[in-house]
């Protein structure tokens, strides 16, 4: 996988995990950016939605943009691969916080699964890549 960077705007990339040829249309989380979210959704087969591991201060502002995005009609169903990033910082949420801070246990409507990963070590997000291709 390639090197990742921050988001400013947004960014597309394209990957090969197995067979799968996947899009990533990263766009972003700061708030303006999230109002244009929905105009992605018609043709999304899956989700990947990133966690700063390391900013526990936002898990509540992150736990209800996913909520939202799981309960949107147009991704109703479709799987979810939440990745808990910055795992290479020392006070890193564990896979098993960020499930819990997630509320992923009530979650029912779609598959999900959780990386613990460090884009910048471009460490374990390929997992989560391969789940996806293997869901579809």
Avoid at 58 to 79: M, N, Q, V, W
Avoid at 85 to 110: F, G, H, R, Y
Wanted: proline residues 4%; aromatic residues 10%.
């Amino acid at each position: 996988m390639p090197y990742t960077v921050p988001t400013v705007g947004f960014n597309v990339e394209e990957i090969q995990v197995g067979k799968l040829n996947v899009k990533m249309w990263d766009i972003g989380g700061q708030d303006k950016l999230r109002a244009l979210w929905p105009h992605y959704f018609g043709q999304t087969d899956a989700v990947a939605f990133v966690i700063d591991s390391n900013d526990k201060d936002r898990f509540d502002i992150a736990r209800k943009e996913l909520h939202t995005l799981i309960s949107h009609k147009d991704l109703a169903g479709k799987p979810f691969l939440i990745l808990a990033n910055k795992q290479d910082l020392p006070n890193a949420a564990s896979k098993q916080e960020i499930q819990q801070a997630m509320a992923l246990d009530i979650v029912t409507s779609s598959p999900i699964y959780i990386v613990e990963c460090s884009a910048t070590k471009n460490d374990k997000a390929k997992l989560g890549f391969e789940w996806i291709a293997d869901y579809l």
